[in-house]
């Protein structure tokens, strides 16, 4: 992504890292900002799908929605802080990095994502769904193993 110098390979990649955490932050933030800016999309009827996190479950209601626009509601009841990552699942369990303790999200097709949600917080994203199955999770190190994934149908 980045050329790394030699001298100075640890901190380029560490900030290499980091914009690639950004980047998950900033494009769903992005296009809620787009939304907001244009009538049609922003007045078009969309799913509201509610998603509760906590130590270490994800609830996600409806589970099976249609096609289309969609909004994520993502509550978080605490007492950690807490984000969420949606994919299109692969059927099997998501691969796992060296670590053994966070998903290896590169690997996966990534749809949407919020960052860090406080204790108590919530955070909107709004996006438009293709039909399949969904994984949504949590990739603090360890709370996916610890429960924190949940599954959306579209159709
Ligand atoms: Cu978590």
């Not at 799908?49 to 509550?75: N, W």
Request: hydrophobic content about 40%; proline content about 6%; some cysteine.
């Amino acid at each position: 992504m980045f050329f790394v110098p030699a001298s100075d390979g640890t901190r380029m990649r560490r900030l290499s890292s980091w914009l690639g955490r950004l980047s998950l932050v900033v494009l769903p933030v992005l296009f809620l900002v787009g939304c907001a800016e244009t009538d049609t999309v922003s007045r078009a009827p969309h799913t509201l799908v509610h998603i509760s996190e906590k130590d270490f479950r994800i609830v996600v209601e409806p589970g099976r929605i249609p096609a289309g626009d969609v909004e994520l509601v993502v509550r978080n009841q605490g007492p950690d802080t807490h984000e969420l990552i949606m994919v299109r699942s692969s059927g099997s369990q998501p691969p796992l990095r060296r670590d053994g303790l966070t998903v290896d999200e590169e690997a996966l097709h990534e749809v949407g994502a919020v960052d860090g949600v406080d204790p108590h917080g919530v955070q909107r994203v709004r996006l438009r769904l293709a039909p399949g199955r969904y994984e949504l999770f949590c990739n603090m190190a360890g709370h996916f193993m610890a429960g924190m994934h949940g599954e959306l149908v579209v159709d």
